[in-house]
């Protein structure tokens, strides 16, 4: 009930004019509109529920995983510091995710099947008329 309450809260409090909230939440049980359900009268829980979009991350979320790896390593390579204000917080990031692009292109892998032919041949059969 918990939880409701906080939905509650950001529906009606923090953001009252908007018109369509979207969260990305966890699996947890009690994070549904069922939740909302018990905690208050059918209407209020309905008038709560219209206000919200809710995504649910995957129960097995690798790709939540590569999203705070790539996070992390942001932090560290360029947010390591003050940064003093939004406009340069952008520019520093934008060259930043250049630089790596720059980076990935380079490494791009240009394995070939014939190249995985020859270095994994026990796992590729040849054929013999």
Same mark, same amino acid.
């Given at each position: 009930?918990? !939880?409701? @309450?906080?939905?509650?809260?950001?529906? =009606?409090?923090? @953001? &009252?004019?908007?018109?369509?909230?979207?969260?990305?939440?966890?699996?947890?049980?009690? @994070? +549904?509109?069922?939740?909302?359900?018990?905690?208050?009268? &059918?209407? =209020?829980?309905?008038? $709560?529920?219209?206000?919200?979009?809710?995504?649910? +991350? &995957?129960?097995?979320?690798?790709?939540?995983?590569?999203?705070?790896?790539?996070?992390? $390593?942001?932090?560290?390579?360029?947010?390591?510091?003050? $940064?003093?204000?939004?406009? +340069?917080?952008?520019?520093?990031?934008?060259? !930043?995710?250049?630089?790596?692009?720059?980076?990935?292109?380079?490494?791009?892998?240009?394995? +070939? $099947?014939?190249?995985?032919?020859?270095?994994?041949?026990?796992?590729? &059969?040849?054929?013999?008329?």
């Amino acid at each position: 009930m918990n !939880w409701a @309450h906080q939905i509650r809260n950001l529906v =009606d409090v923090r @953001h &009252p004019q908007a018109e369509l909230i979207t969260l990305n939440m966890d699996n947890l049980n009690t @994070h +549904t509109g069922a939740s909302l359900y018990k905690a208050f009268a &059918p209407e =209020d829980a309905r008038r $709560i529920l219209d206000k919200l979009e809710i995504h649910y +991350t &995957p129960k097995h979320g690798s790709w939540l995983n590569r999203a705070e790896i790539q996070l992390s $390593i942001l932090s560290r390579q360029c947010l390591d510091r003050r $940064i003093p204000d939004q406009k +340069t917080l952008k520019e520093e990031i934008a060259a !930043w995710q250049e630089k790596r692009n720059v980076i990935a292109r380079a490494m791009e892998r240009r394995f +070939t $099947i014939e190249d995985a032919r020859v270095k994994f041949k026990k796992l590729y &059969p040849t054929l013999q008329e």
